[in-house]
């Protein structure tokens, strides 16, 4: 069947793909677990269409469609070149490695294949020599950890540091043996015919299929040389996943940004450079030690406290301005120095070019933004981030597309409000795409509840969050915990933390104890734990099962009208005659809240409650809007339909 589809032309293909999946077709007969869905088919069909017609398609998949399946099949046998690009890394080597090599397997057809991530997710023998070399590490966890990976880069193929799960992703350690844009030597470095960078991209550019992230995607349309040369407009179709993460990521991509630790790279890699090629230039090593205090000097200026503010906050502040000024001369002295180095050999050259790109990036975020960019920082506990956003993406989002003729699907499980795809369409420039929206084939009318409570104060009243713990207590008892309860706010969590402490029967995880895979492999084992999270737990989170059977939602998920982008794009759409809820803060907190919700059922057999506190959701008119953007659930205002649903539920467990 197979072969017939790929000889016999897209329209025949077309009415196949049906046939492929449903029951009697290669993949139900090959892979466990596999069950034909209407929306699927739908999905491969209108996917199939594009790739033909090399069309832009907007896609809303609900949960449980299927939606990987949905768009491999057809591009496995479309015969053109297909670029697929993922939210995040995990979600790429998840397709890459599972459901690509499955879904090919039974097709039965032969595709070449390449997974391509960005260079900062590959070894670079370079710099791992020059840590090596250097011997300077804070700590014997960091020394150990080096080892690992000094014993690892002997044996690796492909360079990729997922292969080594031991080390945690945030380690200090692999800023310092892996590239970035800034500090590759390219091809004046020695390794560069050893390079895992560079056999990626070639055997990407080889590649059929190839697999690849956002921020890769966006780092080369936005022409920063992620790069992998001709890989983009030699494709004839692009599937972006997750593609409700897309405009925020275009904005950052699009702009200009300086971090403290790109400042600290610098000069620590002058330090290990000067050791291997100028050691008798006392004055480098005191230039990037000056860099480094300067540094911390600004971040020191930028109050101690962790936030993110429109620049506009700080600027006038003579202490700051002063920390500004400072760090550029420091930065402008390295350089200096680093001109004269430079010809002593090829690491100090391209400190010299890193620290030129640098600096002027240091005078752009720290003065006067051109026109249409929002000028903001960041700052973390021991860092910060200087940044020029542009407004809007659409316009230049629309003219890298044009620039790459291809098909785009653009696929999701949230990107409609309601019906309408406008505001997406809107924010990425695409001009009347086709659009299909697929319902979840899940039986949330039988198997969810949304429990609405009655009784709660306005969400600003300061004791909102003690009044939300106690009308979710009875929920919990009756649910026998096995719950997230998800938060908009740190500051919630941490309040619903101190008063769940000590009087719950179930255990209690609360983000920031481990890291997140952690703290749900935990939440999975216990069986009947209550987790509390933030944003990192409204998406990209799936446990399946009795583990989880309630979701606590304590807002509808407005943005903070504090934060300096979506401040600066409410203004414009205010100065254009636009309305900014109906049109920004409304569509943003719908999609936002369909991912929380889309965190309850992840299978089949999957049942729970959702329990939704805001009152504004039936207190407000726009709350009609949410309600329309739901899965069709039973609703209920009554504790008693929360207790008979797992009442229900423990009858049926007791039967089977």
Same mark, same amino acid.
């Given at each position: 069947m197979?072969?017939?589809?790929?000889?016999?032309?897209?329209a025949?293909?077309?009415?196949n793909l049906?046939?492929l999946?449903?029951?009697?077709?290669?993949l139900?007969?090959q892979v466990?677990?596999f069950?034909?869905r209407?929306e699927?088919?739908a999905?491969?069909?209108?996917v199939?269409?594009?790739?033909e017609?090399r /069309?832009i398609?907007?896609?809303?998949?609900?949960t449980g469609t299927?939606?990987?399946f949905?768009?491999?099949?057809p591009?496995l046998?479309s015969g +053109?070149r297909?670029?697929?690009?993922?939210?995040t890394? *995990?979600l790429?080597?998840?397709l890459?490695?599972?459901d690509l090599p499955?879904?090919?397997?039974a097709l039965?057809v032969?595709?070449?294949?390449a997974?391509?991530k960005? +260079?900062?997710?590959?070894?670079c023998?370079h710099?791992l020599d020059?840590t090596?070399a250097?011997?300077?590490?804070r700590?014997?966890?960091?020394l150990a950890?080096?080892e690992?990976i000094?014993a690892?880069?002997?044996?690796t193929?492909?360079?990729?540091?997922?292969?080594?799960?031991?080390?945690?992703e945030d380690?200090?350690?692999?800023p310092?043996?892996t590239?970035?844009t800034?500090?590759c030597?390219?091809?004046? @470095?020695g390794?560069y015919q050893r390079?895992?960078?560079?056999?990626?991209?070639?055997?990407?550019?080889e590649a059929?299929?190839?697999?690849?992230n956002h921020?890769?995607l966006?780092?080369d349309m936005?022409?920063?040389?992620?790069?992998?040369g001709d890989l983009?407009?030699?494709?004839d179709?692009? =599937?972006?996943?997750?593609?409700h993460?897309?405009p925020?990521t275009?904005a950052q991509?699009f702009?200009?940004?300086?971090?403290?630790?790109?400042?600290e790279?610098?000069?620590?890699d002058?330090?290990?450079e000067h050791?291997?090629?100028?050691?008798?230039?006392?004055s480098?090593p005191? @230039?990037a030690?000056?860099?480094?205090k300067?540094v911390k000097?600004?971040?020191?200026?930028?109050g101690?406290r962790?936030?993110r503010?429109?620049?506009s906050?700080v600027r006038?502040?003579p202490q700051?301005?002063?920390h @500004?000024e400072?760090l550029r !001369?420091s930065?402008?002295?390295?350089t200096?120095?680093l001109e004269?180095?430079?010809p002593?050999g090829?690491?100090?050259?391209? @400190?010299?070019r890193?620290?030129?790109?640098?600096?002027?990036?240091?005078?752009?975020?720290?003065? !006067?933004p051109?026109?249409g *960019?929002?000028?903001?920082?960041?700052?973390? +506990?021991?860092s910060f981030?200087?940044?020029l956003t542009?407004?809007?993406?659409?316009?230049?989002?629309?003219?890298?597309?044009?620039?790459?003729?291809s098909a785009w699907?653009?696929t999701?499980?949230t990107?409609?409000v309601g019906d309408s795809?406008?505001?997406?369409?809107?924010r990425?420039?695409?001009?009347e795409p086709?659009?299909?929206?697929?319902?979840?084939p899940f039986d949330?009318a039988?198997?969810?509840l949304l429990y609405?409570p009655?009784?709660?104060?306005?969400p600003?009243?300061p004791?909102?969050?003690a009044a &939300? =713990?106690e /009308?979710v207590?009875?929920?919990?008892?009756?649910? +026998?915990?096995r719950a997230f309860l998800?938060f908009?706010?740190?500051?919630a969590?941490r309040?619903?933390?101190?008063?769940?402490?000590?009087t719950?029967?179930?255990p209690?995880?609360?983000q920031g104890?481990?890291p997140?895979?952690?703290?749900?492999?935990?939440?999975?084992?216990?069986?009947? /734990?209550v987790?509390l999270?933030?944003?990192?737990f409204?998406e990209?989170v799936d446990v399946?099962?009795?583990?989880?059977?309630?979701v606590?939602?304590?807002k509808?998920p407005?943005a903070?009208?504090?934060?300096?982008?979506l401040?600066?794009?409410?203004?414009a759409?205010r100065?254009?005659?636009?309305?900014p809820?109906?049109?920004?803060?409304?569509?943003r907190a719908?999609?936002?809240?369909?991912?929380?919700i889309g965190r309850?059922?992840r299978d089949?057999?999957?049942?729970?409650?959702? &329990?939704?506190?805001?009152?504004?959701l039936?207190?407000?008119p726009?709350g009609?809007?949410?309600l329309?953007s739901?899965?069709p659930?039973?609703r209920?205002?009554?504790l008693?339909?929360?207790?008979?649903?797992f009442t229900?539920?423990?009858?049926?467990?007791?039967h089977?």
């Amino acid at each position: 069947m197979v072969a017939e589809v790929q000889a016999q032309g897209t329209a025949q293909g077309i009415s196949n793909l049906r046939q492929l999946l449903d029951a009697n077709g290669p993949l139900a007969t090959q892979v466990p677990g596999f069950a034909p869905r209407a929306e699927q088919q739908a999905m491969a069909e209108a996917v199939a269409a594009a790739l033909e017609d090399r /069309a832009i398609l907007v896609v809303e998949a609900g949960t449980g469609t299927g939606k990987t399946f949905a768009y491999l099949v057809p591009a496995l046998l479309s015969g +053109r070149r297909v670029i697929i690009s993922t939210g995040t890394r *995990h979600l790429q080597d998840q397709l890459y490695h599972r459901d690509l090599p499955t879904v090919r397997d039974a097709l039965g057809v032969s595709v070449q294949t390449a997974l391509l991530k960005g +260079r900062a997710n590959y070894l670079c023998k370079h710099r791992l020599d020059l840590t090596l070399a250097e011997g300077r590490l804070r700590s014997r966890l960091q020394l150990a950890q080096l080892e690992d990976i000094h014993a690892w880069a002997a044996r690796t193929r492909s360079g990729d540091i997922a292969e080594l799960s031991g080390i945690p992703e945030d380690s200090p350690l692999w800023p310092r043996v892996t590239s970035t844009t800034d500090n590759c030597l390219g091809q004046e @470095c020695g390794e560069y015919q050893r390079c895992h960078v560079v056999n990626a991209r070639r055997t990407a550019q080889e590649a059929d299929l190839v697999v690849i992230n956002h921020h890769l995607l966006l780092a080369d349309m936005a022409l920063k040389e992620e790069g992998f040369g001709d890989l983009l407009p030699g494709a004839d179709a692009f =599937i972006i996943d997750e593609a409700h993460q897309l405009p925020e990521t275009a904005a950052q991509f699009f702009g200009i940004g300086l971090g403290s630790r790109q400042l600290e790279e610098l000069g620590r890699d002058t330090l290990a450079e000067h050791l291997r090629e100028a050691g008798d230039m006392q004055s480098l090593p005191d @230039c990037a030690q000056l860099l480094d205090k300067q540094v911390k000097d600004l971040r020191l200026a930028l109050g101690e406290r962790e936030r993110r503010a429109a620049w506009s906050e700080v600027r006038d502040d003579p202490q700051l301005r002063a920390h @500004c000024e400072a760090l550029r !001369e420091s930065l402008q002295a390295l350089t200096a120095w680093l001109e004269i180095a430079a010809p002593r050999g090829k690491g100090l050259d391209a @400190c010299w070019r890193r620290a030129q790109l640098l600096l002027l990036r240091l005078v752009q975020t720290t003065t !006067e933004p051109p026109e249409g *960019h929002v000028h903001w920082f960041e700052t973390h +506990r021991h860092s910060f981030r200087l940044q020029l956003t542009p407004l809007e993406i659409a316009t230049t989002f629309q003219q890298r597309m044009q620039e790459l003729p291809s098909a785009w699907v653009f696929t999701s499980a949230t990107l409609a409000v309601g019906d309408s795809f406008a505001h997406f369409a809107h924010r990425m420039g695409l001009e009347e795409p086709r659009t299909l929206r697929l319902d979840s084939p899940f039986d949330y009318a039988r198997n969810a509840l949304l429990y609405h409570p009655t009784g709660l104060p306005d969400p600003n009243d300061p004791a909102y969050t003690a009044a &939300v =713990i106690e /009308a979710v207590r009875p929920v919990l008892a009756a649910s +026998r915990g096995r719950a997230f309860l998800l938060f908009t706010s740190h500051r919630a969590l941490r309040e619903a933390a101190g008063l769940l402490q000590g009087t719950l029967d179930y255990p209690l995880l609360q983000q920031g104890e481990a890291p997140r895979a952690e703290l749900l492999e935990r939440f999975r084992t216990l069986g009947n /734990a209550v987790l509390l999270g933030t944003s990192s737990f409204w998406e990209g989170v799936d446990v399946r099962g009795e583990a989880l059977s309630c979701v606590v939602i304590d807002k509808l998920p407005f943005a903070s009208p504090g934060d300096p982008l979506l401040q600066a794009r409410l203004d414009a759409l205010r100065a254009s005659g636009g309305n900014p809820f109906m049109e920004e803060q409304l569509p943003r907190a719908v999609i936002t809240l369909k991912q929380g919700i889309g965190r309850l059922i992840r299978d089949v057999r999957d049942r729970g409650v959702l &329990v939704l506190c805001d009152p504004r959701l039936t207190g407000k008119p726009y709350g009609k809007v949410f309600l329309k953007s739901f899965p069709p659930m039973r609703r209920s205002r009554e504790l008693a339909d929360v207790v008979e649903f797992f009442t229900a539920e423990a009858d049926v467990g007791t039967h089977e």
